[in-house]
Structures are given as structure tokens and as C-alpha cells.
């Protein structure tokens, strides 16, 4: 009887690594999904932190040259003779260069309360052909440059 019993013992060993091994590979697949989901998570919250990046350095542009009207549309090329154009061309250039050509930004006024919004894709994170972001930046300045004196 000995020997019969060995035998099954034996097996069952075998059965216990295969369960165990079976155990550990589940949960290798689930740290690995966990960490896939952390770098989508990771991206999307660094592209969050650029659109904030660059609507606080157009608010502090806007503040520096108060007296300009920013609600224009931007030039197609930057002019370092006028400080305003050269603003708003580096502003559209950074929100293309952080977002990609389907990127936007908008700059209005309305009394003396300045509202910078961009827009971008951040389809990366939410697995889909289109997710719509946006960032909104508000804030008053002491100078309404397109309110008549």
C-alpha cells in the first residue's frame, strides 16, 4: 500500500504548482493591468498640468502688457516688435506643440475679467478617437484695453 500511496502523493504535488503557478499568473496580469492604467492616468494629468502651464503664462503676459487688447485673433508669425502679436504667437504655438493640430485656445474679455480656455484630445486616456479636455483660466486685470476711455 506503500507504493500506491507515494504515487498519488506525487501527483498531487504537481497539481498544488500548477494551481499555485496559475494563482501567480492572474495576479501578475492584474499588477500589469493596474500599471497600464496608472501611465494613461499619468499622461493625462501631464496634459493637464501643460494647459495650466501655458494659460497662467498667457494670463502673466497679459498682466505685463495690460494696456494690449488679447482678444484679437493671433498672427500666423511672430513679430518681436509688437509685444501682443509675439504673445499671442507663442500662445498658439505652445497649445499646438502640447496638443497636437487638433489643439485650440481662446482668449476673451468681458469686463475687465480675462478668460484663457484651451482645448485638446485626450484620447490616450479615455480609449476613444475623441476625448474632448479642456482647461478654463479666469481672472480680472486692472485695465480694460478694449473699453473706450
Known sequence: MRAGSKGAQEGMSLIEILVALLILTVGLLGAAAVQLNALKYTDSSRMTSQASFIAYDMMDRIRANAGADYTVTPPTSGNLNVTRDQDLYDFTTNIVNFGGPSATGSITLNQRVYTITINWSDARAA????????????????????ATP
Open 127 to 146: 480609449n476613444t478617437a475623441s476625448a474632448p479636455r479642456s482647461f478654463v483660466l479666469t481672472s480680472r486685470v486692472a485695465v480694460d484695453p478694449v
